[in-house]
């Protein structure tokens, strides 16, 4: 099932991209290239088959690592200036973004 | 001796710690051959921080206060983020990005004594077979420089190949380390899956990737992989609870009973007649230091392709939403509102690779088509992961080409993304399995080009795998070949 260019302009916007018009036509052949290939899947009886999310599911000796959480105690310093370093735009700590309510 | 660039990091670390040479010393040759940035394989040198490390180094080895690996050099692949050197994951969405914190695996392999000599090349956000995807452009093959280094490590595989440093870090997701290896002709280990700490690699797909280094034999392997393993509980949810290893320990034993599988899937039509010949004269030279050939199967490994260019780019495109211009890194100059931000940051900021594998994973999880691929992709990951289970009943080790060619040249198929792609078909199910894999020379082919040996273990044998590489170029020398020097 090829995909459309209704379907590229609907992906694009749900994963906030801006795409130009001539990248969403280079994009919707390659990306129905790709789907060629996947179609096979398809055919594979998985019935029965639990998804595996994560390699670690898959190890026969390794205990289950789900529900691991560190102890809930501040470990890291409070280092504003060097984690804002970075970022496009900040004044008096704060990030700045464009106003969302009016 | 041999100049001090051709030295191994097990010599570099004797040389170093019985006061033969200083760290200063190592680092100061070191980047001189840095200057002109050789294959464009680094992304940012900073010669005040190499030096201030090295100067901490020979304190410490005066001072006997040396770790294992105390003045030898690395460079770190820039999906790794380092305090003191731009961190940019090849893309134009981190340039200038500076990190407050080093990554785990920064920081281990500093504490074992290694000196940072610079940040290396690669496909942007490690999304790439052939290190064209960088922003920063790409890199070029030591070997034949008109070819592609292999990727996404292409940085780290060209220097070491260069001689430009003794040892780099590597990521691997769906072959990152060992193709880039086996295309370079140097040696690269790609452990278990959570075997090395996540903590500080920019993300790409959280399930597959994992660190590894990239060296020129499996001795060196060894020591580099024993300093960047070990668990990190608190700040990576997936690192194994498994004790840090020696790996060196394990060098040491024969290849005598060792069963090596090979599987009638890895020999198809599509391997090149050369990586064959080259293949099967070192499943040849395995035998003739006691290894026994056992022929396995591994019935999943065309699916293995599209299996994980779903799953990949579906963490990827959740991972990579972090990207939209507030906290880090680009943010567009001209802009409607927030939404309108978001999309023309992201536009601007990511290349085209990158914003295939975003769309590819927002629509495999989007509404109505979770199940018929997302959801089928990981279960027939599960039939992959547990063919390997029924293979491993077989045979210690199995055996096989890394990649179906050596490197191909530069721009043969960058405009061909599903060419490249299904080049990557050996590399995967051992990804997908999140079983230790890695790769070793095994001599030229066509073009006097390098061919690849992988090696895949069961989960936490990395030891063995290594000791079989390492008996291997005990016995051989294609591992001492270089670029540019004749045989």
């Known amino acids: 099932m090829a995909l459309t260019h209704q379907d590229i302009a609907r992906i694009a916007n749900l994963a906030r991209l801006d795409l130009q018009p001539e990248e969403s036509a280079r994009m919707l052949g390659q990306i129905n290239a790709f789907f060629d290939i996947v179609t096979q899947i398809s055919q594979v009886d998985t019935s029965g088959v639990l998804p595996m999310a994560h390699p670690l599911d898959a190890m026969p000796t390794m205990p289950p690592i789900n529900l691991r959480l560190r102890s809930d105690a501040a470990s890291e310093p409070n280092d504003r200036q060097a984690n804002q370093r970075s970022a496009p735009a900040v004044e008096r700590g704060l990030f700045l973004v464009p106003k969302v309510i009016e | ?487």
């Open chain 2, 1 to 487: 001796m041999d100049e001090l660039h051709n030295q191994s990091v097990a010599q570099l670390a004797a040389l170093l710690k019985n006061k033969k040479v200083s760290a200063v010393e190592v680092a100061t040759r070191f980047l001189a051959r840095l200057g002109g940035n050789p294959h464009n394989a680094f992304l940012d040198i900073n010669s005040e921080v190499t030096l201030a490390q090295a100067r901490e180094s020979d304190a410490k080895l005066s001072a006997g206060t040396a770790g294992p690996l105390e003045g030898v050099p690395i460079a770190h692949k820039d999906v790794f983020v380092t305090k003191d050197l731009a961190t940019t994951a090849g893309s134009r969405m981190l340039s200038g990005y500076r990190s407050p914190f080093d990554a785990t695996v920064v920081a281990r392999l500093r504490q074992a004594g290694m000196v940072t000599l610079g940040k290396l090349n690669c496909d942007e956000f490690a999304m790439g077979s052939a290190n064209e995807n960088s922003a920063y452009g790409a890199v070029n093959n030591p070997w034949n420089t008109a070819h592609v280094p292999g990727g996404s490590s292409g940085g780290s595989a060209a220097a070491v190949a260069a001689r430009l440093t003794p040892a780099a870090t590597g990521t691997d997701t769906g072959g990152s380390i060992r193709q880039p290896a086996a295309f370079c002709g140097i040696t690269g280990i790609k452990p278990t899956y959570g075997r090395a700490s996540r903590y500080g690699m920019v993300a790409y797909a959280s399930s597959l990737d994992q660190a590894g280094p990239m060296a020129r034999s499996a001795e060196d392997c060894a020591l580099l992989l024993s300093a960047m393993c070990g668990p990190d509980l608190d700040r990576d949810s997936t690192s194994l609870d498994a004790a840090a290893e020696d790996f060196s320990a394990g060098l040491g034993h024969n290849l005598n009973g060792l069963r090596v599988g090979v599987p009638k899937e890895f020999f198809g039509e599509g391997l090149a007649a050369d990586v064959r010949r080259a293949i099967d004269a070192a499943l040849t030279q395995l035998q003739a230091q006691g290894a026994t050939l056992v022929p396995i199967a591994l019935p999943r490994t065309e699916l293995s392709i599209p299996v994980y260019y779903i799953i990949a780019p579906a963490e990827a495109s959740s991972n990579l939403s972090r990207f939209d211009g507030v906290k880090f890194g680009h943010r567009a100059a001209d802009f409607a509102d927030l939404t309108d931000m978001y999309k023309k940051t992201r536009a601007e900021g990511f290349g085209q690779e990158v914003k295939r594998r975003i769309m590819t994973g927002a629509y495999v999880l989007s509404h109505g088509y979770y199940d018929a691929y997302y959801l089928q992709a990981q279960k027939i990951r599960r039939m992959i992961a547990d063919d390997f289970q029924s293979a491993f009943a077989q045979c210690d080790v199995i055996a096989g080409p890394v990649a179906p060619t050596t490197a191909w040249k530069l721009g043969d198929k960058s405009d061909d993304p599903v060419a490249s792609y299904l080049a990557d078909i050996f590399t995967l199910p051992a990804s997908l399995a999140g079983l230790p894999c890695m790769s070793l020379p095994v001599g030229l082919g066509e073009g006097g080009m390098p061919v690849g040996l992988q090696l895949i273990g069961n989960y936490l044998l990395e030891a063995k795998l290594l000791n079989v590489a390492h008996q291997y170029q005990l016995a051989t020398e294609h591992h001492q070949q270089q670029p540019g020097v004749a045989a």
